[in-house]
């Protein structure tokens, strides 16, 4: 059977009439298509099954290419200059999550390895990141609150005697009178690990399945704004937590909502317990970091790698703190012991996995939203690709292997990422020099950090927030760029700082598409008038000197016509042309009553007082000063139904008053919803004369169009 011509007027220079004609689409047996796809998804062929292998361990494709004398040194230079970066920050980094430092530098040795292995970016750097590590901290915080355990780390629990319990026998007691069934040994620093574990297997897990079903998607929905803002709002909440180690006051860690505030009046309540040797170790330890990222932020281009400020601050806070005896004679709180060789793996408790599983997802999300855009930023600015889905599965494994070996989430870090690229590295062989680094320390350096001060890592923590914090300094900027993405940034920033960082995350997610669904609901209308001397139209509103087609309104609506707008649609139609098709219809019918009824009592003057010859005049009112309504539909990208009901809607309304609705620069989606609803009719006979390739086509339909000798109803 043919298929029914479709085509839309174009009037060429010639004024001779044009047919554009659809092509027409073989429509492909969908159950045919499934089967294909299903039967070569489930074939297994050597070379299919090398690919497979290649594609999951993308190491195997690019390592046997490397080129040695090329790339060997700017790898080992930015492996080592990473390395000895993150040794200070897996110690610091450690106090945000609220777990011993030797679960930090594990975290940081797996996930460099794991992502040499599995990841398609060359320059990213994997491990621990301050806002994974804050997350994993709050969860492991409250559930540690939720077991009776005191959150306080330098606490030592009170009996009823007044006697000093030792720490371990009072945890494990809380433990066993909370959470039944577990090993009576295990304390504090087990069970928080164990929660830390099981969450970071469940993120992994999710993460694993996103990748398998392709749900990358996801991250499409956290705008800049949003992870700005929530970056932003975190780092607060990160910088407050630390704030009682800068002065070395113990109060309660904060927990819930609203931890931000509360913690501040706290903090206040207790200024007065300071201790003075934490107040000045943190003081010029700020002094010494600032400085140094300044200087290095403005001869960066003569530097050949970052000063490793941290290290150095640590290196000798550690040996004044040791022999200056700053834990025993000032009562500064130190790290403590950090066990030396890897803990035997255990596997992550899955009874505590369903307790963690709801705040696994928010973290899998924001640690695989901020590996991707850090991925795709080093991609576009060396001109390599990467694949987003295997992107998930490296980051999910980089979750679930590690938290068998007593690690936590991980995530790519901005800081760290840039510093990798500024100083020459060219693959992934970097975080195996980085990981080796880590190494070293795990097997022999780690007890020499014992005597470092907590506020020393306080420090460390929160210079590393410089960055984020200068986001304030953008806001006007930002404003005068876009308004909404500042109003969205500045909502997700509060919400995160104020309320929670998971339910700032939603809060800014949801806030930023009930923007755009709004900026949908009520977007710019506008008449068009032609520029002179051309056949283009733009708004008459926005731009001078355009002249007015005498007999024609234009009507332009810029977004898709769907259920929740369509009555300001109509509004904003009915108020541009100054006509309301419902309410002149029903005024010429009042006026049509009140005419029969003076001719049947005789009268021969109507109710205006005029003669009836004179009152077709009257009927025509002043406002209808157009014959033809041109609606510009290359801004309504699709239809529903609500929406090709609206516009069946005015072309009714409107014909009763004599006047034609000609529609223009329609895509080919809203043709065929178009058709569809039947808006041509059922066998679009009258399409060529209701649809049409151009503005100024329709235009010219119009002024063609024959005046029809009485106007009136």
């Known amino acids: 059977m043919e298929r029914p011509l479709e085509a839309t007027r174009m009037e060429n220079t010639t004024s001779a009439c044009v047919l554009m004609e659809r092509k027409t689409h073989v429509k492909m047996n969908r159950k045919q298509v499934m089967l294909a796809k299903l039967r070569k998804s489930c074939s297994c062929t050597p070379q299919k099954l090398k690919?497979?292998?290649?594609?999951?361990?993308?190491?195997?494709?690019?390592?046997?290419?490397?080129?040695?004398?090329?790339?060997?040194?700017?790898?080992?230079?930015?492996?080592?200059?990473?390395?000895?970066i993150l040794v200070p920050q897996a110690i610091a980094y450690s106090l945000l999550a609220g777990l011993k430092?030797?679960?930090?530098?594990?975290?940081?040795?797996?996930?460099?390895?794991?992502?040499?292995?599995?990841?398609?970016?060359?320059?990213?750097?994997?491990?621990?990141?301050?806002?994974?590590?804050?997350?994993?901290?709050?969860?492991?915080?409250?559930?540690l609150l939720l077991a009776g355990f005191d959150l306080n780390d330098d606490a030592s629990p009170v009996l009823g005697d007044g006697s000093l319990q030792n720490d371990t026998q009072s945890n494990t007691t809380a433990f066993n009178l909370t959470i039944a069934g577990m090993n009576a040994e295990c304390g504090k620093e087990c069970y928080a690990i164990g929660i830390a574990t099981a969450l970071t297997f469940v993120a992994g897990v999710y993460q694993v399945l996103m990748g398998i079903f392709r749900l990358g998607f996801i991250s499409m929905y956290l705008s800049e704004a949003v992870l700005d803002g929530f970056a932003t709002g975190a780092s607060l909440t990160i910088l407050t937590a630390q704030v009682k180690y800068l002065i070395g006051i113990k109060i309660p860690r904060s927990q819930g909502h609203g931890m931000l505030v509360i913690t501040w009046i706290n903090v206040f309540r207790n200024i007065s317990q300071a201790n003075i040797c934490d107040v000045i170790t943190s003081a010029i330890?700020?002094?010494v970091l600032v400085t140094a990222k300044e200087l290095g932020d403005r001869y960066k281009h003569k530097l050949k790698f970052p000063l490793p400020t941290e290290l150095v601050v640590i290196v000798v806070a550690t040996l004044v703190s040791h022999y200056g005896k700053l834990n025993e004679v000032y009562a500064s709180s130190v790290s403590g012991a950090i066990p030396t060789g890897f803990i035997p793996p255990k596997v992550p408790p899955f009874n505590l996995m369903l307790r963690v599983a709801v705040d696994a997802l928010p973290l899998a999300i924001v640690s695989f939203v901020f590996t991707v855009s850090l991925s795709e930023m080093c991609a576009k600015k060396?001109?390599?690709?990467?694949?987003?889905?295997?992107?998930?599965?490296?980051?999910?494994?980089?979750?679930?292997?590690?938290?068998?070996?007593?690690?936590?989430?991980t995530s790519a870090a901005l800081a760290k990422t840039l510093v990798k690229t500024s100083t020459g590295c060219q693959t992934q062989v970097s975080g195996v020099i980085s990981a080796m680094v880590v190494l070293l320390v795990l097997?022999?350096?780690?007890?020499?950090?014992?005597?470092?001060?907590?506020?020393?890592?306080?420090?460390?923590?929160?210079?590393?927030?410089?960055?984020?914090?200068?986001?304030?300094?953008?806001?006007?900027?930002?404003?005068?760029?876009?308004?909404?993405?500042?109003?969205?940034?500045?909502?997700?920033?509060?919400?995160?700082?104020l309320i929670s960082t998971e339910i700032g995350l939603l809060v800014g997610i949801v806030f930023s598409l009930l923007c755009i669904i709004v900026r949908t609901q009520r977007p710019r209308t506008a008449l068009l008038g032609q520029i002179q001397d051309t056949n283009f139209y733009e708004d008459d509103l926005e731009y001078e000197n355009l002249s007015s087609i005498p007999k024609v309104k234009i009507f332009r609506f810029e977004a898709p016509l769907y259920y929740a707008n369509k009555d300001?649609?109509?509004?904003?139609?009915?108020?541009?042309?100054?006509?309301?098709?419902?309410?002149?219809?029903?005024?010429?019918?009042?006026?049509?009553?009140?005419?029969?009824?003076?001719?049947?009592?005789?009268?021969?003057?109507?109710?205006?007082?005029?003669?009836?010859?004179?009152?077709?005049?009257?009927?025509?009112?002043?406002?209808?000063?157009?014959?033809?309504?041109?609606?510009?539909?290359?801004?309504i990208l699709f239809l529903d139904t609500t929406g090709i009901n609206t516009l069946k809607e005015i072309l009714k309304d409107y014909k009763d008053l004599n006047i034609?609705?000609?529609?223009?620069c329609c895509n080919p989606s809203v043709i065929d919803s178009l058709k569809r609803g039947g808006y041509f009719g059922k066998d679009f006979g009258s399409m060529q004369e209701m649809l049409f390739y151009s503005i100024h086509n329709a235009v010219q339909f119009a002024k063609d169009q024959k005046l029809p000798a009485d106007c009136s109803v």
Request: charged fraction near 20%; aromatic fraction near 14%; hydrophobic fraction near 45%.
């Open 660 to 664: 034609s609705v000609l529609l223009a």
């Open 443 to 497: 097997l022999f350096l780690a007890p020499l950090f014992y005597s470092l001060q907590k506020c020393v890592l306080a420090c460390i923590i929160i210079v590393s927030l410089r960055g984020a914090l200068r986001k304030f300094r953008d806001v006007p900027s930002r404003y005068h760029v876009n308004k909404v993405d500042t109003f969205v940034w500045i909502v997700t920033m509060s919400a995160s700082a």
């Open 285 to 287: 330890c700020i002094l």
């Open 51 to 84: 690919n497979f292998l290649m594609d999951f361990l993308p190491v195997l494709r690019w390592l046997p290419k490397y080129k040695c004398k090329e790339y060997i040194w700017g790898d080992v230079m930015s492996g080592l200059v990473i390395g000895i």
């Open 568 to 635: 300001y649609f109509l509004k904003s139609l009915y108020r541009l042309t100054n006509l309301d098709p419902n309410l002149e219809v029903a005024r010429r019918k009042k006026y049509e009553k009140k005419e029969k009824r003076h001719l049947k009592k005789g009268d021969h003057t109507t109710a205006n007082g005029l003669g009836i010859g004179e009152t077709t005049l009257q009927l025509v009112p002043k406002q209808t000063d157009f014959q033809a309504l041109v609606v510009d539909c290359s801004s």
């Open 101 to 143: 430092p030797i679960y930090s530098l594990y975290t940081s040795f797996f996930a460099n390895i794991i992502y040499f292995l599995m990841g398609t970016s060359r320059h990213v750097s994997v491990g621990i990141f301050s806002l994974i590590s804050l997350m994993v901290g709050q969860v492991v915080d409250r559930e």
């Open 382 to 409: 060396y001109a390599y690709s990467i694949k987003a889905n295997q992107e998930m599965f490296a980051v999910g494994f980089c979750n679930i292997i590690p938290s068998f070996f007593h690690s936590f989430a």
